[in-house]
């Protein structure tokens, strides 16, 4: 099985990285990684051209602008990233026969209306941003791939990038004696990103003819404030600060409630753990030494 993987220095192109290089049925597997930093992903002819020399089993797309102010602020880029990248990425797989597996958002939601369990797959998204907006229009370009799937995912944590990671940011203030202000009334399901990237190995060979949509998150539901008060709670320290949405001054729309249902996904691969025991485990990562999260 060769894996081509965009995004490979992002929080989960990292993850996986290490999922595959760690697990004895995928280790000797030739994966290709490709960042944003090194690759315009922008440039059709760049893409088809790497995809196309690798000759890639599958493609793992996840590279994107997911700072959702910064696509706000200048959609044009964001557009050329998230919607033109993944045009290219799709093409270059329909040309080579190579399996899709693209990353999606619970931001292709609008967050006021989720079922009990949650947004599930069969729900009808309603971007509130540009940052959405691209991730949805990216899902339905990769429906022309024959073996796709798209994984919709929600607020990732776990990598070591404190302005891209709220729980990274947050163990850090804690440990340094701070007390981090957190958002209290936007919910959704905080995914810790190993389990994100164990699922998707999971879902790489195309012999398990997983095709179509699946939402891929832990399970509950919580605020970056309630996540803050488990991490305090686990870490020692002193308790987060609550703030509201209103307060964060946001200049990109935000779901005010996207909780994903995954239990589709769980006939699929297993059902995702609580995201409470998910932070558990990730605070038993958190170093001692440096006083910072490790990235795995």
Known sequence: MRVYLTGADGMLGTALRQELATRPETAHWPVLGVSLSDFDIGDETAVRDSIADFRPDVVVHTAANAVVDSCERDPATALRVNV??????????????????????????????????????????APVSVYGLSKLAGERIVEAVPDHLVVRTSWLYGGSDPRLDQVVAAAREFLDGGRPRLIDDQFSSPTYVPDLASALVRLLPGALAVRGLLHIANRGRASWYQVGLALAERLGTAHPVPMSMADAGFFGGRPRDSRLDSTRAAAFVHAMPHWTDALSRYCARLTAVDRGPVNH
């Open 84 to 125: 033109g990248g993944t045009h290219h990425v799709a093409e270059a797989c329909r040309r080579n026969g190579s399996r899709l597996i693209y990353i999606s958002s619970d931001y292709v939601f609008d967050g006021r209306a989720p079922g009990p369990a949650g947004y599930n797959e069969e729900d009808i998204p």
